[in-house]
């Protein structure tokens, strides 16, 4: 339990992290945006991403061990079950809340449905989504710890170890960097989503 | 644009039987009550209501035709919410529609300037400010600007006015007035305030449950209301909004030989009501009416009660 095996958990989780993030952006956004303009498919998606959120995280993880087997590759999956979730809530809802007038205008202009997604739709939702995408990062550093358990790697490693050898020292080697991780994300984050919203709205 | 004629069915029919004509340059107001199907009607010249029956032509080409995008470009609209886009500057939502026709950013940016000066903003000023940063007064001439921005021939405008204090609107309505005389377009203007009908339109349609129940100039309809409905729509026992309604030449009379002579004159095309002020005003009881016709004539408190009393 040196501080290279330490260096190396704490890539594994930033790595974790990282590609859970960024695809659950994708598939968040895609997903949000299917169901905002997709009518029909708007109340059974809200049903469906309803269900895996009251379902806890940790759960999700031991369930998909079942279908997925453990690893890194099925950690991953996971992750994303659950961070999706946010994500794509907050997509649904941003597009949702744009005022009526400032979508009939931009068709009554001339816009093509892809120049309104792009050039009205999506930069007014970006605040929201920006939001939905901070708590989806600070979610995932939670899961990526518990994804030790279904042997994902990772920081939890440390505080699986620390606890069933009752060592405070390991506890925390694991506990601390995977707590700035999350407060270093959520601070990060944070201040793109004001920026954003400044540059959006002037506000 | 010519020849308008259209027929919708939702289940029940919304709008019934529409035929309306508006000539080029022809300032037409649709008023009615709320649901009447006023906006319906002018949602269905740019395409963003189909019609489930009948045809809609512009300079004699059906705009089923036409490909909705290219004739929306094509169209300046103005609602009540204004809808300018809260992420850009005020150019960049007035050169909106340029931008998307694909003009160069030289001559976007030359229009900006142009119509900003039109509307009475100052360019340098106004230019890179975001829509949260204006008043309500000025955002609805921002949004006007914006549909005039590609030089439309017609334009749509809905309520543009009726989310304003009392104040600003009359401001902006007169603004728009002296606005329209200038860049002459043909309008399509819905309202519910015959106060602004009466300002402004060439041609009224007063519609209600989806038909059209009159339609005609202000001085037509008033001289003339179809029904109970028309009349009790304008307050029509209501003198004063005659008075506005009526022009100077419909209360005009000859000049009597052995009467008195008047000593003040007034336009034929100013409203009756303007002359009834003049004569108030200035203690007198006849006024000479300039630029008619027929030489000698003259509006007296008599000829005004004569066309105005019931």
Same mark, same amino acid.
């Given at each position: ?56 995280? $940790?759960?999700?993880?031991? #369930? &998909?061990?079942?279908?997925?087997? @453990?690893?890194?590759?099925? *950690?991953?999956?996971?992750? /994303? ?76 490693? $440390?505080?699986?170890?620390? #606890? &069933?050898?009752?060592?405070?020292? @390991?506890?925390?080697?694991? *506990?601390?960097?995977?707590? /700035? ?23 | ?310």
């Amino acid at each position: 339990m040196g501080y290279a095996q330490l260096e190396l958990c704490t890539w594994q989780t930033v790595e974790q992290v990282t590609v859970t993030l960024l695809l659950a952006i994708i598939v968040g956004v895609l997903l949000g945006l299917i169901s905002y303009k997709v009518k029909p498919l708007e109340k059974p998606i809200l049903i469906l991403t309803n269900i895996i959120q009251t379902t806890p995280a $940790f759960a999700v993880l031991v #369930l &998909s061990v079942p279908f997925l087997g @453990v690893g890194f590759k099925p *950690a991953i999956l996971a992750m /994303l079950i659950v961070c999706i979730m946010p994500i794509f809530r907050n997509t649904f809802v941003g597009l949702k809340n744009i005022k009526t007038g400032i979508i009939e205008t931009s068709v009554g202009m001339g816009m093509t449905g892809w120049q309104c997604i792009y050039k009205v739709e999506f930069p007014l939702a970006i605040p929201v989504i920006m939001a939905g995408i901070k708590t989806s990062a600070v979610i995932c550093v939670g899961i990526s710890v518990l994804a030790s358990y279904i042997g994902a790697g990772g920081l939890g490693y $440390f505080i699986r170890y620390g #606890l &069933s050898l009752n060592d405070v020292k @390991v506890l925390l080697m694991g *506990a601390v960097p995977s707590s /700035l991780l999350a407060i270093m994300l959520d601070v990060l984050l944070g201040r793109a989503e004001r920026a954003l919203r400044v540059r959006f709205f002037g506000t | 644009m010519r020849s308008v004629c259209k027929e919708f069915v939702k289940g029940i029919r919304t709008l019934d039987d529409i035929c309306l004509h508006v000539a080029r340059h022809e300032f037409v107001v649709l008023i009615g009550t709320s649901g009447c199907g006023k906006t319906t009607t002018m949602k269905m010249i740019n395409k963003l209501v189909q019609p489930t029956s009948g045809e809609i032509l512009i300079d004699g080409t059906n705009i089923s035709q036409i490909n909705a995008i290219e004739l929306r470009r094509n169209i300046g609209y103005v609602i009540q919410e204004i809808g300018l886009l809260p992420h850009m500057t005020v150019a960049q939502n007035i050169a909106l529609v340029p931008e998307l026709k694909g003009w160069p950013v030289r001559k976007r940016e030359e229009r900006v300037e142009e119509l900003l000066s039109l509307i009475g903003l100052d360019p340098a000023l106004y230019k890179k400010k975001k829509p949260s940063q204006l008043s309500g007064g000025q955002k609805q001439r921002v949004g006007v600007a914006r549909a005039l921005a590609a030089d439309p021939e017609i334009i749509l405008m809905d309520e543009p006015f009726g989310a304003l204090d009392p104040i600003t609107r009359i401001q902006l309505q007169d603004e728009l007035v002296r606005l329209i005389r200038r860049v002459k377009k043909t309008i399509v203007f819905v309202t519910h305030d015959m106060e602004e009908a009466v300002k402004f339109a060439d041609k009224i349609v007063i519609m209600d449950a989806g038909r059209i129940v009159q339609a005609g100039s202000i001085q037509e309809i008033f001289k003339n209301p179809k029904n109970d409905f028309v009349r009790n729509f304008f307050r029509m026992h209501d003198v004063y909004n005659k008075l506005r309604a009526m022009k100077v030449e419909d209360a005009a009379v000859p000049v009597l030989f052995d009467g008195p002579r008047p000593q003040h004159g007034i336009d034929a095309g100013e409203p009756l009501s303007r002359a009834l002020g003049v004569m108030l005003e200035r203690g007198i009881n006849c006024l000479f009416v300039r630029g008619t016709s027929e030489e000698n004539l003259q509006v007296t408190f008599e000829s005004i009660y004569r066309i105005t009393g019931q």
